[in-house]
């Protein structure tokens, strides 16, 4: 279910010139607040806490998750050269999945690891808040991923979507309304937090074990039907 030629091609599309250079603003930006709020404010757990929460999990794993899993194979459906890989002897389930095995792997690189520096930057995993930060992020970029992986197979506007529902979504309504926290990633992936950390200083609007059956549903049916769309793909010359 893994093919290196695909997986080859999709690497090069995401971390493409224009979408490599996006994907290093918001973890260099997280990087660099967090040495100056070091600098100042000195060792704060507080402090560490909400910047991890409100910028790397609420802002930044989302739209490096937009960028990576609609770029895995948006541009390709938009532009028409989709129909090269199709025409290929490689089964269409197959591409889904490598493409979001690459998705991930690269939604982890950018927003997990610089999660986990600026933890340590910021209070030196105190609390265990750079771990529980760095594991919600890790199975936040699964989620989202496959999310936006499929609204790259379904629209055009893949992008749009993707944007409106990592900032508009995830970050007013599935942060503010207390029915739309349950179908929040952002709150899935705080549960995962929330268990890490000490009592206190992570809160979650989603008990972990729900949690867990959400990320799994969530990512397991987008991955699914992001394969079924794919298989729809009509070829030119196809009946």
């Not at 930044?60 to 050269?81: C, F, H, Q, R």
């Not at 206190?200 to 549903?217: C, E």
Request: net charge positive.
């Amino acid at each position: 279910m893994y093919n290196p030629t695909v997986a080859r091609l999709t690497y090069r599309a995401v971390l493409g010139r224009r979408r490599a250079a996006v994907l290093f603003i918001l973890p260099g930006l997280l990087l660099l607040i967090a040495v100056a709020v070091r600098g100042f404010s000195g060792v704060d757990d507080q402090v560490a806490n909400n910047m991890l929460a409100g910028f790397a999990i609420a802002t930044m794993v989302p739209l490096i998750g937009v960028i990576a899993g609609t770029g895995a194979i948006g541009p390709e459906i938009d532009d028409g050269s989709i129909v090269y890989l199709l025409a290929k002897p490689v089964k269409r389930p197959t591409i889904i999945i490598t493409k979001l095995i690459v998705a991930i792997a690269v939604t982890m690189a950018f927003s997990a690891i610089p999660t986990l520096i600026a933890g340590f930057i910021l209070n030196g995993n105190g609390q265990q808040i750079a771990i529980a930060y760095t594991i919600a992020a890790l199975f936040g970029s699964i989620a989202y991923s496959a999310l936006f992986l499929l609204i790259g197979t379904v629209s055009r506007n893949a992008v749009v979507i993707g944007l409106i529902y990592a900032l508009v979504w995830e970050g007013v309504f599935g942060s503010l309304i207390e029915g739309a926290k349950t179908l929040s990633v952002q709150q899935w992936s705080l549960a995962l937090a929330e268990r890490i950390a000490a009592d206190g200083m992570v809160d979650s609007a989603v008990k972990l074990p729900v949690a867990v059956v959400l990320l799994t549903v969530a990512t397991v049916g987008a991955t699914w039907y992001a394969g079924q769309r794919l298989k729809v793909l009509k070829l030119a010359g196809e009946e």
